[in-house]
Structure formats: structure tokens, C-alpha cells
T-cell receptor, first 110, second 112 residues
């Protein structure tokens, strides 16, 4: 199906574990983004990518790693999860004319 | 740096009341403006957008927004809200060549 999909929808992990959130888009858009959403903070940009093999930090990149070997995929990895990374994570794609968001991943770090 | 300010963090209205959510941005150049809506438990969806032309923009579900360049504002309005409008609303801005910057959001709660 065309669109942007995230997986998993829900994830519970333990402190210190590595976890990867997946994002896949079928439009071949150049730009992809990762946001986290927390009460009182709105949306905060973690990382973004302008094209395959081009990534850049956003507002809150610490503790996260991204890669973009293929245009359609933009995984987000928490190398050693912490409780402060409990959040809802949204992937988005698009450009200055508008973004389309994935359905989100609700991550709980215990 | 670009920024977006939403005036109200939380708004509570009764059904049939009129709605206006304030949004101001700081950027001196040509901008694209957006309002996104996030219904409970869902992802952000585009409500309406302004690129150029008529500064009064009509979106889905009876929402509209007015771009006032001199005030750097893009306020969202709806004449008569419904319970189903309960959601979080995000104002956003981009210049023509850069990322979209989002406001912190306004939580709208409609009392039945």
C-alpha cells in the first residue's frame, strides 16, 4: 500500500537495551523526519534526512542514531534506552509544501 | 531562527461555540503556513495550508484560517464547534526551501 508506515505500533523495552523503530515510505520522497511527542513539549525533531546517506541532527538528537541506506527507509535506533526516552515517536515525509505523518510508535522504557 | 507560537495551550468550549486559535510565527521571508490536527490516539493530519493567494484559507470540516502578513499571524477559526473537534491542533510554518517548524500545540476540549 502507498503511504508511510511505522513499526512497531507499541514497544516496551528495558533500560539499557537497544531498540530500533522502523519507518517506510512508498513515495520516494527525499526528506524524512523523526519526531518525538511528549506532553507539554509538543513535537520535537530528533533527526532528519534530506536523501539517502544524508542525515542531520534536529532539536533533541542525543541518545538516538539514524541511518538512511535506502530512500524509502529511515530507521531510528535508541542505542541504550533510558526512561526519559519513553514517548510517542512519529516519522514523517515531505517537504516545505507539507508533511505526511506515520501512525506513530508508542515506546515505553521500563 | 524560525519559531511558531501558539497562544493557548488548552482551550475548553461548549458545542456550538465559536473557535479561534491564535498562531504567530517569526520569519521575515516568504512562508508556507499550516494547521495540523491530531485526534486522540492518532497521528497528525493536515487540516489546511496556505502557500499564496487569497489569505483566507478554507480547510476540511468547516475550519478556516486567515493569514495576516503584517501581524505574522495565521489564526484558525471555526464558527460552531462540535464534540468531534476535540483534538490537539498544531500550527506550523516553513520557508520555501527548509523544514517545517511546528508550534507546541493547543489542546481543544469540546464539552457536549
Amino acid at each position: 500500500d502507498a503511504g508511510i508506515t511505522q513499526s512497531p505500533r507499541y514497544k516496551i523495552t528495558e533500560t539499557g537495551r537497544q531498540v530500533t523503530l522502523m519507518c517506510h515510505q512508498t513515495w520516494s520522497h527525499s526528506y524524512m523526519f523523526w519526531y518525538r511527542q511528549d506532553l507539554g513539549h509538543g513535537l520535537r525533531l530528533i533527526y532528519y534526512s534530506a536523501a539517502a546517506d544524508i542525515t542531520d541532527k534536529g532539536e533533541v538528537p542525543d541518545g538516538y542514531v539514524v541511518s538512511r541506506s535506502k530512500t524509502e527507509n529511515f530507521p531510528l535506533t535508541l542505542e541504550s534506552a533510558t526512561r526519559s526516552q519513553t514517548s510517542v515517536y512519529f516519522c514523517a515525509t515531505g517537504q516545505s509544501y507539507g508533511y505526511t505523518f506515520g501512525s506513530g510508535t508508542r515506546l515505553t522504557v521500563v | 531562527a524560525q519559531s511558531v507560537s501558539q497562544h493557548n495551550h488548552h482551550v475548553i468550549l461548549s458545542e456550538a461555540a465559536s473557535l479561534e486559535l491564535g498562531c504567530n510565527y517569526s520569519y521575515g521571508g516568504t512562508v508556507n503556513l499550516f494547521w495540523y490536527v491530531q485526534y486522540p490516539g492518532q497521528h497528525l493530519q493536515l487540516l489546511l495550508k496556505y502557500f499564496s493567494g487569497d489569505p483566507l484559507v478554507k480547510g476540511i470540516k468547516g475550519f478556516e484560517a486567515e493569514f495576516i502578513k503584517s501581524k505574522f499571524s495565521f489564526n484558525l477559526r471555526k464558527p460552531s464547534v462540535q464534540w468531534s473537534d476535540t483534538a490537539e491542533y498544531f500550527c506550523a510554518v516553513s520557508n520555501r526551501d527548509d523544514k517545517i517548524i511546528f508550534g507546541k500545540g493547543t489542546r481543544l476540549h469540546i464539552l457536549p
